[in-house]
């Protein structure tokens, strides 16, 4: 019985001995609650107005009940229309003054009266100005309050009255106040939301611009691929008919018209390219530069490097492995090297947001194409805070698109990441991986027949220790 | 004419490149191709084993890439030519190689005709290669890395005699020697002389190098290409 009790006590000291509390719930009652507030300025000054306009300035129960029902519907009106609001106020008020100066004058009002801001009209200025000026321009509010002024001057300045108690001044301080309150408010807030709009428009044009930036890249890369093909088919077209023994004029002018379109193919590219190039597009990435070891000078890299960029990545503090999976077919250069590089910046990207990290780097080959997955576990040690982060991502995704294939990136359950890409092998399925065997074949072939073997006693069958991995032939030797 | 056979090495990662090239030049009878290499460090070795008299080299090699081959290969050889072999002519890699002491650069799609004449207008040295695409590369990348005309370069002009310098404003026009003796009204010899002598006196090895210097300290002032 007593530990029962003991319990409700400890229940109830946790439930109630406490200051915390669930925000509160999002309501439309909570959201016109400042305007709720004002409503009920605006009917107390009503009231208190129409006490002391009937009964201090006995200007009688219809003509107090008038001005008063004005400047409440002023106050009233101030969070929807200010202006209109601020010019009801202030007529009620200048009416109500001059009808209480005659009264002031004849003797019939109460003594010692407040003239000719009776409070509960500086009560209903103080708000509708206050109003105004969160609202309109710090110039508009500027010219109520001058305006507010200039009639409180007139009114007891020039046109005067007697037995009162001057109200003028404290009223014209008050009004200065709270005008100067709501006018920083509002310029404050108009800064802020300046500064927010500017943020906004400059990482949208930053954004537009780096996807720009990425997009010429990849296509100059793979520009670049297509060229070095496009100058290789015009140096064989030539080379052909130094081949045979007597070449048929037919079999001279084929090649001839072989090699003249693929210059003009090239000349179409090099316009195309713009070239001019003025950047080394490889030392853009994070651990790029270091993993491919062979910067700015070497040729665009095929998966054939991936053991390099996989060890670098090691070196660098990541535990990599690699699985690779599927028949092994050599894929069109501009595939590779879009696998390449997106396995380079999802790893670089490990290295940068998961660190200490493990990462299975997946490669799956499929007839139509090839499956890149880079998957790391949830990060050792909470991340640096990056500045380019996402950047990345899309230029991945636009190498994706490029090649026709498609890309994604999230977080696994674990609360690691994950991105995974399919590049098809080509848009026509029938297409180049025929024709790079063919070139392959041609390669060798023409090693042992050309004239050349053995007149290059220096160069034992080189041929295959290059990196040739444009010709197709890396996928064989690579594996 | 055998012995005097221009000698030539090739360097490039593609063993397709490698080859047809080969084939091509070794058509003309007066050019040998002595060997060939898969990459730059390749190079490096082959050149020393052979001597060549020109080497042909690809840009981009794993290894070493041609542009360190290129600067690597003069500063032992001082006498042998690269010509630098591109896909894209109005490339900073092009420049590049040009500043680490290339003689010339010579398109990858070239016909055979120009890749013979160019290895014969390295090798004699007496006129530059493609000097409309050289001065528009030249002015171009300079003017990219913001590098006016730089005034040690101009210092250094202020060595050369009235003539030597209208001499050198004729290399970088483009103009062989031959071509600068008929316009200047001199014999070929004269002006083979001061070639010498603006090249020792701006400590420059070749032509070609000469044209960049003309272009870069503007001396010659690129216009209407």
Known sequence: MEKRLTRWLRVLREDLWTADANPLPPSVWLRWLPHGLVILVAIGTAIADMDQLGDGYNLGTETGLLIAVAQGTAVGLAPWR???????STVAVVVSAMGARTQLIAGHAEFNSPWPWSPPAMVA???????????????????????????????????????????????????????????????????RTQLVEQAGITAEERARRTLLEER???????????????????????VAPHLTENPSEELKEN???????????????????????????????????AADGTAPHAPQPTLDRLGAL?????????????????????????????????????????LRHAPGSNVRVELDHYPRGLQVRVINSRPARPAPPSPGAGHGLLGMRERATMLGGTLMATETSHGGFVVAAFLPRSDDPSGSHISTGTTGKTATGKTATGKTATGTTGTPATGTTGTTGTTGTTGEKAR | MTSSAIRVLIADDQQMVRQGFSVLLNTQPDIDVVGQAVHGLDAVAKVAELGPDIVLMDIRMPELGGIEATRRIITEHPHIKVLVLTTFDLDEYVYDALHAGASGFLLKDASADQLAEAVRVVAAGDALLAPGVM???ITEFSRLRGSAPR?????????????????????????????????????EQTVKTHVGRILVKLGLR????????????????????
Not at chain 1, 216 to 238: F, G, N, T
């Open chain 2, 206 to 225: 070749d032509r070609t190098q000469a044209a960049v210097f003309a272009y870069e300290s503007g001396l010659v002032r690129p216009s209407g290409y």
């Open chain 1, 255 to 289: 090649l001839a018209g072989i090699r003249q379109n693929a210059v003009e193919a090239l000349t179409e590219l090099r316009r195309v390219l713009g070239v001019l190039r003025s950047e080394h597009p490889e030392d853009q990435y994070g651990i790029a530069g």
């Open chain 1, 125 to 191: 200025q103080c708000v509708v100005l206050y109003l105004l000026a969160l609202r309109v321009p710090t110039r508009a509010a500027a010219e109520t309050l001058a305006l507010t002024a200039l009639a409180t001057y007139i009114l007891q300045g020039l046109i005067g009255s007697a037995n009162y108690s001057s109200t003028g001044m404290l009223a014209v301080a008050l009004f200065g106040g709270v005008v100067l309150l709501g006018s920083t408010q509002r310029g404050r807030r108009e800064a």
């Open chain 1, 310 to 350: 996989v060890e670098n990545t090691r070196a660098a503090g990541l535990a990599v492995t690699v699985e690779i999976s599927g028949e092994v077919h050599p894929f069109p250069p501009g595939v590779e090297l879009s696998a390449y590089r997106i396995i380079q910046e999802a790893l670089s990207n490990a």
């Open chain 2, 151 to 187: 005034a040690p370069l101009k210092e250094r002009v202020a060595d050369l005699t009235e003539r030597e310098t209208e001499v050198l404003a004729h290399i970088a026009q483009g103009l062989s020697n031959a071509e600068i003796a008929e316009r200047l009204i001199v014999a």
């Open chain 2, 135 to 137: 001065r528009r590369l």
């Open chain 1, 82 to 88: 200010p202006v209109p609001a601020w010019w009801l």
């Open chain 1, 216 to 238: 010429s890249r990849i296509a100059r890369e793979l520009h670049d691929v297509v060229a070095h093909h496009m100058s290789v088919i015009s140096i064989q077209a030539q």
